[in-house]
């Protein structure tokens, strides 16, 4: 079975344009997380979806946003972009049968490495 | 709200030796605790994980123990392998949810 695949793996943008990032869970995982890792705040979580809707939101800007379609592929997009956006951004995936990731496997993407110049 | 300390930002061990990673929070509310394995440029990768119940959770040459009056809990590898070289994130989940709360990290060198 195929992991998490998220494209693209590397991005380079510069400050105030916008980016979007995709992500495609395990086959039959609904569960859709984000994840942001920077040196300074190690990983922070930004949001997860489920069934196309956000149930969990961190503590992020409003620049931050995402979107989760039927298929359960997974966008999350980031306008205009800050030096401080510079981060590897990762996605997971669960089945979503336990109600939390303790009981349920969480699968981590090898995400995708922006770069704010 | 819950923090998650993991105060060594290192740890060097000899091949075949008990490595020892520690992590301290300081809300008693959660689901469970978590233990993932990084390597550069990869995901990070579920090891191991304990339920708020429990005091120890054993799989293969991991064990995690959790000292709740402590507010402490450790993940124990034993034999250590040189292919467990890595970063180490202890997380915490609550109240069903799938947002974790990670560390920042133990990066372990295993020296053959």
């Known amino acids: 079975k195929a992991g998490v695949t998220q494209t693209p793996r590397y991005l380079i943008k510069t400050r105030g344009q916008q980016v979007t990032l995709s992500c495609s869970p395990i086959s039959g995982h609904r569960s859709v997380s984000w994840y942001q890792q920077t040196p300074g705040q190690g990983l922070q979580f930004l949001f997860e979806y489920f069934s196309e809707t956000q149930r969990n939101k961190g503590n992020f800007p409003g620049r931050f946003s995402g979107r989760q379609f039927s298929n359960s592929r997974s966008e999350m997009n980031v306008s205009t972009l800050e030096l401080g956006d510079s981060a590897l951004y990762l996605c997971?995936?669960?089945?979503?049968?336990?109600?939390?990731?303790?009981?349920?496997?969480?699968?981590f993407g090898p995400g995708t490495r922006l770069t704010v110049l | 709200d819950q923090q998650v300390k993991q105060n060594s930002p290192s740890l060097s061990v000899q091949e075949g030796r008990i490595s020892i990673l520690n992590c301290d929070y300081t809300n008693s509310m959660f689901d469970y605790f978590l233990w993932y394995k990084k390597y550069p440029a990869e995901g990070p990768t579920f090891l191991i994980s304990i339920s708020s119940i429990k005091d120890k959770n054993e799989d293969g040459r991991f064990t995690v123990f959790l000292n709740k009056s402590a507010k402490h809990l450790s993940l124990h590898i034993v034999p250590s392998q040189p292919g467990d070289s890595a970063v180490y994130f202890c997380?915490?989940?609550?109240?069903?949810?799938?947002?974790?709360?990670f560390g920042k990290g133990t990066k372990l060198s295993v020296i053959p």
């Open positions: 997380a915490y989940s609550g109240a069903g949810s799938y947002q974790l709360t």
């Open positions: 997971a995936s669960s089945l979503d049968t336990s109600g939390g990731p303790g009981g349920d496997t969480q699968y």
